[in-house]
């Protein structure tokens, strides 16, 4: 089976030995597949469990703490042991990628609003049940237009109520997954505010493209709106040993699962692939166990036990629908409607209540494997459906959590409208390890009273551990005397609010530091003034020494750094924006406070050189890259183009490095011969992907001139010393046969290095263009423990290129390679110690073929599937590229390694001929002073 995070799913006693044989512990069904053809091949991970962070419940509104997991962290463990994970809002998963959800010590996440016996009984007083659900609506007192009548006045007899125009209530969900690829959530109780006709938000949504989750052993209680909804283009979608249920906070619209929200084929025409596996329909459910729109559905071995329900099973437009070996209750009598699906079928059901299944149109076999149990068996198989799996803690990665506390200089901040302001709080976390966690509690215009009287203190000190450390910096909004709200006189409240801080900090076993603030920019006729603070930098200082708590001054360090620069050098690292330059400003911003992407870099800075000296447990984790990619605005920047953009031009003293963390980056990137030396990192292939669809065929803007082959690369190397690492890079225009040629790549520096990377295409996904290097040698490649797919030469080119420890896939009957090596060039392809795979299906691909006439491919030591043709290689139609072409294998094994059948004029080396393709021999050049290795930077 697929690799999944098995230390993570140990110690499954509660599951008896035939569930076992059921379903093993891994995914399967639709969300390992990759079409609906062929098998499950679809390597559905969740992401890496060296990633892992522990959480347990603080008491209050958890939300913004999960989201940041989420984006941290691959594998986020709720620890149920501390009580209900309460969360205020629905949190919305936007562009992530393998991740792990996982419950243990019965871990329950909550939505904070509930429906109460006092609101069931204003809508009771109000009517609402006996009003249309189809149409009769009207215009809310908020001035919203809402199309049926029951639900414009729950809406308003809410309103009247509570007062919300806003009608925050509606978005008490728990988590919508949008954009989102490879996650797993299991274990997990997700329970909602009790369902009512308000079209709030669901439980779990999955939408918007998102494909591969499995959802397994989870239970979805009293959804607002619904408790599992999937829509959107979401696709290869498997939810087993779940359960379904509501209580008595359900009032109205318990309707379950909808797949597909409207009728419109542009929801789901072939998407929306689910498999409901062993799941139970339960107390309370009236409706959609599914309902079913556009989608291909599997109900596979499920319990119906909802009697005196609505319609279960409920496939309309477009829709192909199985029942296969369920059990319906005693109770359960609608069991069945339809309204314009394509097809459904009944295989091995039991129905206690009177039901004649008759089949209709045509359900498409699926292409997955799975084991039938016999239906009768199913009501006491599923009573370990639910949060029923009793696992052990995984370990976590985090080693400590570092709190920030503090004002707008250090706050998180909305980038929305390409807003470039940035607390330094919110890029810190760049600056240390996976190991060490970081949450900002910093707020715009906080001061250390007002961060006391409106609870954030007290939420830091929900979440802090023993070994923590507490960050404190404040001053900017202390000052302030005409706010009462805020204001704290510097040898008064604000020292002893800071004593407060540090002394509930040692009482929990965790660290304080205090920061003194930031430096106000302020110049006068050329004067820097350095005393903009007045006395709370003094005062911070003395409640150091007095308790002796560790100091960083940051008030002294940014005073020296402005002072020196000057007026105007200083003003590119605060928010100085000229007009019509920016849209979130456009009337432009002169701003002495607040820093954008490069002053909060500086300040960062600041801040770690004197970790680095005063807390020395702290510095062993602190790393620095050159420059930061991130989407969400934690980083110096928001595309990889960007950031190389900004690095030095023709660097020789050292490598730059570039992080890019989590998200998919659609951009075509080029990497100017100016730019050597370069080094770009992901946070794992899996979850930074650079990806761009440009292809052969199509037509550069505004023009009717073709793109062709070249132009269509993702990714431009046409410099020298360039490593990427741990990063995808993918071109999905589609197969060659639609697009033509499209490039993930195109290489022509020298000595570029591809480490753990996924390199992904169809036709020509790598092609290594360089024709010299240094001293006019040929230029030089090297992928290792790579993954490399395509379909028709798909990796080609002329350099010299090493393979080592790779893993490549056929997608088609085609060839590996299309070398074009220059004649006299000793090394061209070498491929050592990898392996070769295929899809199903493909069992005719040659290892490769001759683009020019003295191409040179050698095979050491590989493992070569079926899918590799006896014959091995292939002359392009050309018998006179048989006498030019050098195309060797040494020691090759698997089924696809028979030396006895291949063509004549190939190569079985010798081992005194094998053992010239060493690393060193094959990657090194005349002239230079040393072999290149990049593994000895």
Known sequence: MKRIILTLTLALAVLTAAVAQVMPDAPFGWATSTSLTS????????????????????????????????????????????????????????????????????????????????????????GVKGMSTGGGGGVLSNGIRVGEERETHTRQAIIDQTGDSRELYRNSGLFQLS?????????????????????????LTVSNGSTHIWVDHCSFTDGMDGNFDINSRADFITVSWCIFQYT???????????????????????????????????????????????????????????????????????????????????????????????????????????????????????????????????????????????????????????????????????????????????????????????????????????????????????????????????????????????????WGAYQENLRRFIRETREKGATPVLLTPVARREFNMGRFNPDSHGDYPAAMRAVAAETGTTLIDMTEATNAWIAEAGDMASRPYFMWIDPGVNPAYPQGRQDNTHSNPRGARRNCDIVCDSIRVKLPELAAHLVRYDAVVDQQGRGDYLTIQEAVDAMPDYLTRKQNTILVKPGVYHERVTIPASKANLKIVGCGAENTVLSYDNYALKLYPDTKDQMGTFGSSTLYIDANDVTFEDITIANTSGRGEVVGQALAMTVNGDRVFFHRCRILGHQDTIYTHGHYGYNGNACRYYFLDCYIEGTTDFIFGQGTGLFENCLIRSKKNSHVTAASTLQGQKYGYVFRHCKFIADEGVDNVSLGRPWKDYARVVYLECELGAHIRPAGWDNWGSAAKEKTAYYAEYKNFGPGAKPESRVAWAHQLTDEEAAEYTFEKIMAAPGEFAVWNPLNK
């Open 248 to 490: 008595d906070k359900a009032y109205d619209h318990c309707l379950t699962n909808l797949i597909g929200s409207n009728d419109s084929p542009s929801q789901g025409v072939d998407n929306l692939n689910v498999t409901f596996a062993y799941c139970v329909w339960g107390n309370g459910c009236q409706g959609r166990m599914p309902m079913v729109r556009q989608g291909n559905i599997h109900l596979l071995n499920d319990y119906y036990n909802c009697p005196g329900s609505g319609t279960c099973v409920n496939p309309r437009a477009g829709s192909e629908v199985l029942v296969e070996g369920c059990y319906f209750a005693k109770g359960v009598k609608n069991i069945f409607s339809t309204s314009g699906a394509k097809g459904w079928a009944f295989k091995n059901n039991i129905y206690r209540e009177k039901f004649t299944p008759e089949d209709g149109g045509t359900v498409e076999p699926f292409p997955y494997k799975y084991t039938t149990v016999p239906a009768s068996r199913i009501p006491n198989l599923t009573k370990q459906a639910g949060p029923t799996l009793k696992l052990s803690a995984p370990e976590s990665s985090v080693k400590f959590t570092v709190h920030l506390l503090g004002d707008s200089t250090m706050a998180d901040k909305n980038i929305a409208n390409g807003n470039p302001e940035r607390g330094w709080g919110m890029v810190f976390e760049n600056f240390v390890d996976p190991q060490v966690r970081v949450i900002n509690y910093a707020k715009n215009g906080r001061s250390t009273k007002s961060a006391i009287d409106e609870g954030i203190w007290d939420h830091l000190m929900a979440n802090l551990q023993a070994g923590d450390y507490v960050f404190v910096q404040f001053a900017h909004n202390d000052e302030k005397e005409n706010s009462p709200d805020r204001y704290a006189a510097p």
């Open 39 to 126: 098998g499950d091949s679809y390597e559905l991970t969740g992401g890496d469990p060296a990633r892992t962070v522990i959480l347990q419940s603080n008491g209050l509104d958890m939300r913004e703490d999960i989201l940041k997991s989420l984006k941290d962290y691959d594998v986020i463990v709720f620890d149920g042991s501390r009580g209900d994970f309460i969360v205020s809002s629905l949190m919305v998963l936007d562009n992530l990628r393998s991740k792990t959800l996982l419950g243990i010590n019965n871990a329950r996440i909550r939505t904070q609003f509930q429906v109460t016996p006092e609101l069931k009984k204003l809508l009771d007083d109000t």
């Open 179 to 203: 954009r989102c690829e490879n996650f797993i959530i299991r274990n997990l109780a997700l329970e909602g505010p009790g369902p009512i006709d308000v079209g709030g938000a669901d439980l």
